[in-house]
């Protein structure tokens, strides 16, 4: 695991939470969790303009988030490592338990 975390460079680590770091985003995250998505989709789904959707999109094509395929006129888009949603899961597990809000996978007495 430590061989892993130095082979990342800072830079791009920053980058890549700087990316993940806007709502939006990780609002588009969680819109793409069950495939790819045209640009118009993920504007209806997330009740966002399309110029805020592709802005947020290019920042996460330029981080590698995403990526992009052609088909026409459209564009659609796909994670490229379906692990990052997992580990955001994890990460909004552990803001939950921070915030003092229960586990959604722990069962209620």
Not at 53 to 81: C, D, N, P, W
Request: charged share 25%.
């Amino acid at each position: 695991m430590a061989d892993q975390i130095r082979s990342i460079t800072a830079t791009h680590l920053c980058g890549m939470m700087q990316a993940l770091s806007h709502k939006h985003r990780l609002s588009i995250i969680e819109c793409l969790s069950d495939g790819e998505k045209d640009v118009q989709s993920i504007q209806e789904s997330l009740s966002l303009g399309q110029s805020t959707v592709s802005q947020h999109l290019a920042v996460m094509r330029t981080q590698k988030i995403v990526k992009e395929r052609r088909a026409g006129r459209r564009v659609f888009y796909r994670l490229t490592q379906v692990e990052l949603l997992e580990w955001l899961l994890k990460g909004s597990d552990l803001s939950n338990m921070m915030n003092g809000q229960p586990d959604p996978a722990e069962p209620t007495t």
